[in-house]
């Protein structure tokens, strides 16, 4: 059974940094693309980065990119998400999820598995 697991989420204040991390396990079979995704209340969940399973092709969402860095480690299998100069508008709850097609794709709906999500909240 997959599981994803989040952890690193809290409270920052704004222009802070913040690292989260995807722990998986149970997974036998592969590709592994993995995502990060985020949700705000009232808001549609919209993706922050994806990373391919060798970790050689990354996208991330819109104005992502120059605040936030996926990455992975196989060793641990793990997936980290770096965010820095955080503002107000990135308070939600964020995701990791797996999507195991052949290639990486950026759409919620199309990964299959999710963890639970971790809560960053970011205050003034």
């Known amino acids: 059974q997959v599981q994803l697991r989040e952890s690193g989420g809290g409270l920052v204040q704004a222009g802070g940094s913040l690292s989260l991390s995807c722990a998986l396990s149970?997974?036998?079979?592969?590709?592994?693309?993995m995502g990060w995704f985020r949700q705000a209340p009232g808001k549609e969940r919209e993706l922050v980065a994806a990373i391919s399973d060798a970790g050689w092709t990354i996208r991330y969402g819109n104005s992502m990119k120059d605040r936030f860095t996926i990455s992975r480690d196989h060793a641990e299998n793990t997936v980290i998400l770096q965010m820095k100069n955080l503002i107000l508008e990135d308070t939600a709850v964020y995701y990791c999820?797996?999507?195991?097609?052949?290639?990486?794709?950026?759409?919620?709906?199309?990964?299959?598995?999710w963890g639970q999500g971790t809560q960053v909240t970011v205050s003034s």
């Open positions: 149970g997974d036998n079979f592969s590709p592994k693309h």
């Open positions: 999820a797996l999507d195991a097609s052949a290639g990486l794709r950026t759409v919620a709906a199309d990964h299959e598995f």
